[in-house]
């Protein structure tokens, strides 16, 4: 089993930047394909980015193509989302998961982070 634990998350002006880390507690991250996922106030959870085990792939949204990046570091058994030039658009509750899959679609991620708010003011 593997917990997922968000931070990073908090109240930045527009145009500011933040960086998400998702940290792996109960088994490596390292066979996993990481993902990070947003919820805005009365919407479905949206796709962001994501990363194969090894850094090859990587595929971002173009919501968010050019101001956000994705990394890891599986000797820290941590993903990290580098969120730049950040928009009021960009508010919402940022969440981690994990998939076996190498390309996983959005149903396809087993493990789930509980997330992490991200507030930005106009």
């Known amino acids: 089993q593997v917990q997922l634990v968000e931070s990073g998350g908090g109240l930045v002006q527009a145009g500011g930047s933040l960086r998400l880390s998702c940290t792996a507690s109960?088994?490596?991250?390292?066979?996993?394909?990481m993902g990070w996922f947003r919820q805005a106030p009365g919407k479905e959870r949206a796709f962001i980015a994501r990363?194969?085990?090894?850094?090859?792939?990587?595929n971002i949204a173009d919501a968010v193509k050019g101001r956000f990046t994705i990394s890891r570091d599986n000797a820290k058994n941590t993903v990290y989302l580098q969120m730049n030039s950040l928009e009021p658009e960009d508010t919402a509750i940022y969440f981690c998961?994990?998939?076996?899959?190498?390309?996983?679609?959005?149903?396809?991620?087993?493990?789930w982070g509980q997330g992490t708010q991200v507030t930005v003011s106009s």
């Open positions: 990363i194969t085990p090894n850094s090859r792939s990587i």
């Open positions: 998961a994990g998939s076996w899959l190498v390309t996983p679609g959005t149903n396809d991620y087993r493990y």
């Open positions: 109960g088994r490596t991250l390292s066979s996993y394909t």
